[in-house]
């Protein structure tokens, strides 16, 4: 078959099992592809719109919102307004669960996302992207969100969307790794790669060394480990974007090391940044599929149980081989 006749919905309907039924595996997904394309064809002309620049509000997590921070998370909101069988929206743009009363019947299925990924590139026309997991309701569960408060191993499906030259979905639902171009065209995600599997090793880390004097000791040796040149297993090169699904994708298709450790505060305490339900668990999730790892310098993140919608992990993901080393470098003590 032409590959551009395997569209998403057709090669969800058509192919692998998956770790939720294939209707509503097809229903969440057909909804994410609208707010890839709505999302996609806005950025494209964000500029001309005006649409660059701060809100002059402050998020739920303590940073400058951006105007097109608010808009793609109620692109979300927009687009899932009847959203059977998605019951709950949960945003890193909003401090509550969002509940959809009434449009479920039979499963129901909560969506997290994280709606513009990278927003610090908006305004120099950078790499960004979306991101989402998607969970399993319990049954009777009404508005609360007890049941999703468990490890990312019960994640049924994620994936992620990348804003680049092209635009690009990636997803899982516990079948392998695969990837889809939308076609600008035929306003179709296109199937580009099946079955993607992380190269075990890379030649590339990244992470903001701004930040160093921040890092465990143990992150400092890994890096002056992985920059020494001794000889192949020690000359790394830096990529860096500022956006985490960008930096993700290049080690997913090449392989290598992201990572944005825990920073320690005065208290000696190591926090990290990125938000474990909405980035991290989706991304390892993913990683996992592809035969990569994700960490977070001491166990599996999708082992860790949340304690909160918005709690927040250090992070190494990426090839086996480098998150390995890392571990071994004991990068958060
Ligand atoms: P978001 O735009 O959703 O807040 O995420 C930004 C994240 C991630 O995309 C990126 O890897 C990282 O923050 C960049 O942070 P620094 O500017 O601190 O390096
Ligand atoms: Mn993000
Ligand atoms: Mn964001």
Not at 179 to 199: A, C, G
Not at 311 to 323: L, N
Request: hydrophobic share 35%; with cysteine; charged share 25%.
């Amino acid at each position: 078959m032409a590959q551009q006749n395997m569209t998403l919905l057709r090669h969800v309907l058509t192919r692998k099992p998956s770790k939720l039924p294939t209707d509503d595996l097809a229903l969440i997904l057909e909804r994410i592809e609208v707010i890839g394309k709505r999302i996609s064809h806005e950025l494209a002309r964000a500029s001309l719109r005006g649409e660059l620049g701060f809100t002059g509000e402050t998020n739920i997590q303590g940073e400058e919102e951006k105007k097109l921070d608010e808009w793609t998370n109620w692109v979300f909101l927009d687009t899932f307004e009847r959203g059977d069988p998605v019951c709950s929206l949960i945003s890193e743009e909003m401090e509550q669960a969002e509940h959809r009363a009434g449009t479920c019947r039979g499963s129901s299925y909560a969506v997290l996302f994280d709606p513009l990924d990278g927003s610090s590139n908006t305004d120099i026309n950078g790499s960004l992207g979306t991101i989402f997991s998607i969970r399993k309701r319990a049954p009777n569960h009404a508005e609360s969100i007890e049941d999703i408060l468990r490890p990312g191993d019960e994640q049924v499906a994620a994936g992620y969307i990348l804003y680049g030259p092209g635009t690009q979905l990636t997803f899982t639902a516990g079948a392998g790794v695969d990837i889809f171009t939308l076609d600008p065209m035929l306003d179709q995600f296109v199937l580009w790669r099946e079955s993607v599997q992380m190269p075990r090793r890379g030649s590339t880390y990244s992470v903001n060394h701004g930040n160093i004097t921040k890092f465990h000791p143990g992150v400092r040796k890994l890096i002056e480990h992985m920059t020494s040149r001794k000889d192949k297993s020690s000359s790394y090169s830096l990529r860096y974007t500022g956006a985490f699904v960008a930096d993700f994708h290049r080690c997913l298709l090449e392989g290598g090391l992201f990572m944005y450790p825990g920073e320690i505060s005065a208290d000696g305490k190591s926090k990290g940044k990125l938000r474990l339900m909405y980035e991290l668990e989706p991304m390892s999730f993913i990683a996992e599929q592809a035969g990569g790892r994700a960490s977070n310098g001491k166990k599996r993140l999708l082992e860790v149980k949340p304690q909160a919608l918005h709690d927040r992990q250090p992070v190494y993901i990426g090839s086996a081989e480098e998150v390995e080393l890392a571990e071994r470098s004991n990068v958060e003590g």
